[in-house]
C-alpha cells in the first residue's frame, strides 16, 4: 500500500469509483458484552471533498445482521443496491443538497436519518466567558482547553463538555494565583446548556481539574461528576458548600517566586512558597444532571489530602512532605481520574491523587440519585506489596487486561485489578505517556507501551512494551535520560501489529522490538484514523499526517489552518473521537480565537466497515478519561491495522 499525501498516490481503500458502494467490508463485532453502551442514532453526515461529498454514518453493535442502507441526496436515491458492507457512499456529484440515510430490512426501507452537512469542518459557536484579575491584580483571559463528549439530554446525539483554562492557570510545580475554571454544555449548533464554575477554591492548570461525563446510573442521560471546593456554583447557580470560603494560601501577601514555586529569603535560604496554593479547606466530589447542570450530589473528596495546615510560614510542612513527597503540594494535588465498567454492567468514575510518590486512587459509583465508594486503594496502606508507590503517569489507562469482562486500571507502571487490589507493577516509576490496546495481534491479550522519566527505577529503560495482563516487560529501548515522549500505532503495512517509537531512540520498531527503519515519525502525540486505510495517521498540533514508509516522513493530509491546539508543548486537540459518520475519528480543536469549536471529519472513502468505536467499552471509556492531565490518543480493546481478521 502506498501512503498517500503530498506523494500524489491515492490511499488504500479509496479506490472505489466515486459514487459507488464500496466492495470490502471489515466488520468487526464486538465481543458479546454486558457492559453498557449508548443509545446512539445514526450520526449521518455528509462532508464535502475535493472528489464530491462524502455520506458516512454509525453502524451500531446492536445492529441486527444483514441490515443495509439506502442513500439520498434532495429525495433521489444514489445507489443501486442497499449498502450492507459499508457505513459511507461517496457522492462525486455531490454538492450543496440535503443527504439522507434509511434503513434497509429485507428489502424494505425503514428509520431515516438527516445528515449533517459539513464543509471543511463544522462551526460550533462557543460563549467565551469574560475575563478577569487574579488576586495579585493579574488580568487573564480565556482560553478552550480540553473537551469530552456524552449523550446529556438521551436524545442519541452527542453533546460537548468543554473546560475554560484561564491563562493565569499555573502548574503544580509553580506557585501563583488563577482564574476560576468553567465547564461548559453545548449542542452541536452552539447552544449552551449549562455552565458549572468550579469558583476560587479549584486551582486551575492541567493537573487540577479531571472532569468526568458518562451515563454513569444507566438512565440513558449522561452526568458530569469532578471535583468540586466551598464556593463552586452548578448550571443552575446554587452554591455548593460555604459561598464565602477562601482557602487559597497567600491572599493577602504576594510573592515573588521562581519555576520552582519557591522563594529565598535574605539570608539565601529556599523556602517554599505557598501563594496561590490550596492546603487546606473542605475538598468534594459533586456529580452535576447532564441536561441542566444542576448539582444532584456531593460527598468529601475520597482521597483525602490530610490535615496539613499547620500554620506560619510553612502551611504544609513535614506531614505534607511525609505524606506525598514534598511540603508545597506539587506532588499531593496530582490528580487524575476516569471512567471504568468495572463490575462489568456500568460505569464507575475513578479519581486519584498522586503519582510521584504515594498513590492512592478511588471509584465511586453514581446510583439512586446518590455518590457512594466503590473501592479504594492506598500505596502505602498496610499490606499493599512494596513497589505501588511513585509509578503513576500524567494519566492513566482503562482496559479489561485479564478478559474476565470488567475494566482494570492501568496507572502507569503498575495496575489495579476491577476491584481495586494490587495487580502488577513493573517498578519503573513515572512516565510522561502510554498507550493500551491490542498493540501486537499475534500475541494473547493486550499490551502497553509507554516511556520513562526516573532512569534509576527504570532501569535506564527509556521506553517499553509490557504485557497489560502481568507486568511483564516484553522489550525496551535504552536510554540515559528523562524519555519525554513516545507513540504507537501501525503505520507501516509491511510489518504485522502497530509500530512503537520514541524519544529514547531514533528508530522505529515493529510490535516485536525489531528496528524496522533508523528513521521514526517525529510527531509524538497523538494518532487518528483518518484515510482510507487501516493504518493510523499522525496526529499533532493541527495537523493530520500520513507516515510514508517509503520516504521515511510524514506528509500532511490535513492543515487545520486557523485552528489551535492546547496545552502548550503537549499540542493536543479539545478531543479526538469517533463523534460521528463512520468508524473514524473526528478531531475537535478550538479556533484560535477561542471564539468557536471546530470539528474535522474525514472526505476521504474507504471500502472498510467497522462499528463505532464508540460501542466498544474501552474506546469509550478513553474518551472519558482523555481530557486527563496530558492527554493520551484513545485506543479499542480490538487491533484495528494491515491485517486485522475481516
Not at 95 to 110: D, L
Not at 184 to 198: C, I, M, S, T
Not at 506 to 517: Q, T
Not at 623 to 633: F, G, L
Request: with cysteine; charged share 25%.
Amino acid at each position: 500500500m502506498a501512503a498517500c499525501g503530498t506523494t500524489g498516490t491515492q490511499p488504500s481503500g479509496s479506490s472505489a469509483a466515486p459514487g459507488s458502494a464500496a466492495t470490502i467490508a471489515t466488520a468487526m463485532v464486538p465481543a458479546k458484552t454486558a457492559m453498557q453502551l449508548e443509545k446512539l442514532d445514526r450520526g449521518a453526515v455528509a462532508v464535502r471533498g475535493s472528489d464530491g461529498t462524502l455520506v458516512s454514518w454509525r453502524a451500531l453493535a446492536t445492529d441486527a445482521p444483514g441490515l443495509a442502507f439506502n442513500v439520498y441526496r434532495d429525495g433521489k436515491k444514489l445507489n443501486a443496491e442497499p449498502l450492507a458492507t459499508s457505513t459511507s457512499f461517496n457522492d462525486a456529484a455531490g454538492g450543496t443538497g440535503a443527504y439522507e440515510v434509511r434503513e434497509v430490512v429485507n428489502g424494505t426501507e425503514g428509520a431515516a436519518s438527516k445528515a449533517l452537512a459539513i464543509d471543511g469542518f463544522l462551526t460550533v459557536p462557543l460563549r467565551r466567558p469574560d475575563g478577569g484579575k487574579t488576586a495579585d491584580g493579574k488580568e487573564y483571559t480565556y482560553n478552550a482547553n480540553d473537551a469530552s463528549v456524552a449523550d446529556l439530554d438521551g436524545d442519541g446525539q452527542y453533546e460537548i463538555v468543554l473546560k475554560w483554562d484561564p491563562s493565569a492557570s499555573q502548574d503544580n510545580c509553580c506557585a501563583g494565583f488563577t482564574g476560576n475554571v468553567l465547564l461548559d454544555a453545548y449542542k452541536l449548533d452552539g447552544k449552551l446548556l449549562w455552565r458549572v464554575n468550579l469558583g476560587p477554591n479549584i486551582r486551575a492548570g492541567a493537573h487540577y481539574t479531571q472532569f468526568q461525563v458518562a451515563d454513569y446510573d444507566g438512565d440513558g442521560k449522561a452526568e458530569l461528576i469532578v471535583k468540586t471546593a466551598d464556593g463552586t456554583r452548578d448550571g443552575t447557580g446554587k452554591t455548593i458548600g460555604d459561598a464565602g470560603a477562601n482557602w487559597v494560601s497567600g491572599s493577602g501577601e504576594i510573592e515573588q517566586t521562581d519555576r520552582t514555586g519557591s522563594r529565598r529569603t535574605e539570608d539565601g535560604k529556599l523556602m517554599a512558597s505557598f501563594a496561590g496554593r490550596i492546603l487546606k479547606g473542605p475538598e468534594y466530589l459533586s456529580v452535576f444532571e447532564g441536561a441542566t447542570g444542576r448539582v444532584l450530589d456531593t460527598i468529601p473528596y475520597p482521597s483525602k489530602r490530610g490535615d496539613v495546615d499547620k500554620g506560619g510560614d510553612n502551611p504544609g510542612g513535614d506531614e505534607l512532605k511525609a505524606r506525598w513527597g514534598d511540603a508545597y503540594a506539587n506532588r499531593s494535588d496530582r490528580y487524575l481520574a476516569g471512567t471504568a465498567w468495572l463490575d462489568g454492567k456500568r460505569p464507575s468514575a475513578v479519581f486519584a491523587r498522586g503519582y510521584y510518590a504515594r498513590t492512592t486512587i478511588a471509584a465511586v459509583d453514581f446510583a439512586g440519585g446518590k455518590l457512594k465508594q466503590r473501592w479504594y486503594f492506598d500505596s502505602e496502606a498496610a499490606g499493599v506489596p512494596k513497589g505501588y508507590s511513585g509509578q503513576g503517569n500524567h494519566q492513566f489507562s482503562v482496559a479489561d487486561v485479564d478478559g474476565d469482562g470488567r475494566h482494570e486500571i492501568v496507572y502507569g507502571a503498575m495496575a489495579l485489578d476491577d476491584d481495586g487490589k494490587p495487580l502488577w507493577t513493573t517498578g519503573m516509576g513515572h512516565g510522561d505517556a502510554m498507550h493500551v490496546g491490542d498493540l501486537d495481534p499475534a500475541r494473547p491479550g493486550l499490551e502497553k507501551w509507554g516511556v520513562h522519566e526516573n532512569m534509576a527505577m527504570a532501569r535506564n529503560r527509556g521506553a517499553a512494551m509490557v504485557d497489560a495482563r502481568t507486568g511483564e516487560v516484553l522489550w525496551s529501548t535504552a536510554a540515559a535520560k528523562d524519555t519525554g515522549r513516545g507513540a504507537t500505532g501501525d503505520i507501516d503495512p509491511r510489518f504485522p501489529g502497530a509500530e512503537a517509537w520514541s524519544a529514547a531512540s531514533p528508530n522505529l520498531f515493529d510490535a516485536k522490538g525489531n528496528v524496522i527503519a533508523q528513521a521514526r515519525p517525529g510527531q509524538m502525540n497523538f494518532m487518528a484514523w483518518w484515510d482510507g486505510d487501516l493504518q493510523r495517521e499522525l496526529l499533532d498540533g493541527t495537523k493530520i499526517s500520513k507516515w510514508n514508509w517509503q520516504a521515511g516522513r510524514a506528509d500532511v493530509l490535513l492543515d487545520a489552518q486557523g485552528a489551535a491546539s492546547n496545552n502548550g508543548t503537549k499540542s493536543n486537540p479539545a478531543l479526538s473521537v469517533d463523534l460521528f459518520g463512520d468508524w473514524r475519528e473526528e478531531v475537535i480543536w478550538r479556533a484560535a480565537d477561542n471564539n468557536s469549536l471546530r470539528i474535522y471529519s474525514t472526505a476521504i472513502p474507504t471500502t472498510h466497515k467497522l462499528t463505532t468505536l464508540m460501542h466498544d467499552p474501552q474506546y469509550r471509556a478513553a474518551i472519558a478519561w482523555q481530557n486527563t492531565a496530558y492527554n493520551q490518543p484513545p485506543w479499542p480493546s480490538y487491533y484495528i491495522g494491515e491485517g486485522m481478521p475481516k
